[in-house]
């Protein structure tokens, strides 16, 4: 099927069209150059840029893929979880699509799309997978045996999500916002070994991650420093940071894996796209032979593509589409892959 794929529930105002697990168009625009000086996302300004970019954006993504709209055979939207005001910028424009063009609607659950969508880069996901999902505002470990209708929680973050961790330590280290892609670039030239930080829930048996004691104790370390009036060696403490953040992940994903006995572990979200991640992840994977998938970065981060790769599985699956009246979920819960 073609299906139209729309994504707002951050900052981010996404587009994509895929046949099946062929990727067509894959179109964004951002509104995070607007939240950058308040060093987070402010939701009424991201509302407000998702009404202004969501045509633009969709013409963009159709022109992209070379199809109309009367092309399409179903629309898909992130439903939840998200910002209520972004969701639904998402949602009424996914309605009248759906509505005005007589096509059936999907409204598809965001994290799960963080899943489906490396089925556009990699084919049909092997039965079962595990999955760990890292992104802004969510870290879990996920056990997938149909990313179409079965997702289970192993296990979750208990205090700050992964990607929110990278971000408020960029933000003590006064690199850019988000943080992550900032901590990955300075950690390239810093030491991993030069400063030992804390591994959160690291022998607990759990698949659970806690990661709001680590960033403590680098903003603690780093006040100290600078109280003693000596330089911040910010590439040392990104590298040292980042180490026992993707040390801990792949430690209890690979755990996982082992014992589901699932021989596939996929990484997804936008602290996928970390460098330092994917090569730890892919060096453990090897050595505990797990195969590793993980989408190219462009991909981890939010995206309509992952929405429209999570819409056609499920048509193709045979699932019966959203209500028109389909809200918008800002808790959408991990277990609810369709509305
Ligand atoms: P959620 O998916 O939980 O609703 P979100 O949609 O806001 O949250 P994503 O776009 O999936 O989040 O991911 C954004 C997060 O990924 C940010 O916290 C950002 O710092 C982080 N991130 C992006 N690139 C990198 C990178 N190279 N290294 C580490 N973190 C990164
Ligand atoms: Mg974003
Ligand atoms: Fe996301």
Not at 312 to 318: K, N, S, T
Request: aromatic share 4%.
């Amino acid at each position: 099927p073609l299906v139209l794929g729309i994504e707002t529930s951050c900052d981010e105002t996404g587009v994509g069209v895929v046949r099946g697990h062929t990727l067509l168009a894959d179109a964004i625009a951002s509104s995070v150059d607007e939240h950058a000086r308040f060093g987070g996302v402010v939701p009424e300004v991201a509302s407000r840029a998702h009404l202004e970019a969501m045509t633009p954006t969709v013409d963009r993504a159709l022109s992209e893929a070379g199809v109309t709209l009367a092309d399409v055979d179903a629309i898909a939207v992130t439903a939840g979880p998200g910002l209520a005001g972004a969701l639904l910028v998402g949602v009424a424009a996914a309605k009248a699509y759906a509505l005005g063009l007589g096509k059936p609607l999907y409204g598809v659950n965001h994290l799960t799309a963080h899943v489906a969508v490396d089925q556009l880069e990699h084919g049909p996901l092997p039965k079962p997978c595990v999955a760990l999902l890292v992104s802004g505002g969510h870290s879990s470990l996920l056990l997938v045996p149909d990313v179409a209708s079965d997702v289970r929680p192993l296990g979750a973050t208990v205090d700050d999500a992964a990607g929110e961790a990278f971000d408020k330590v960029a933000r003590v280290l006064d690199l850019g916002f988000p943080g992550g892609p900032y901590i990955d670039r300075a950690a390239r030239e810093g030491d991993p070994a030069s400063i030992s930080f804390p591994r959160g829930k690291y022998e607990d048996g759990t698949y659970d991650f806690s990661f709001s004691g680590l960033k403590t104790a680098v903003a603690r370390w780093v006040e100290s420093r600078e109280r003693a009036g000596d330089p911040v060696p910010v590439a040392d403490v990104a590298a040292a940071f980042q180490e026992a953040v993707v040390d801990v992940l792949t430690k209890k994903a690979i755990a996982a894996c082992k014992d589901n006995d699932a021989s596939h572990l996929l990484i997804g979200g936008g602290v996928a796209a970390n460098s330092r991640l994917r090569a730890l992840a892919q060096e453990r994977c090897e050595a505990a032979g797990i195969r590793l998938r993980v989408p190219r970065p462009k991909l981890c981060t939010d995206n309509g593509a992952m929405v429209a790769a999570l819409g056609a599985e499920l048509v193709g699956a045979g699932l019966a589409p959203s209500a028109l009246d389909l809200p918008a979920d800002s808790s959408l819960p991990i277990t609810d892959v369709l509305v």
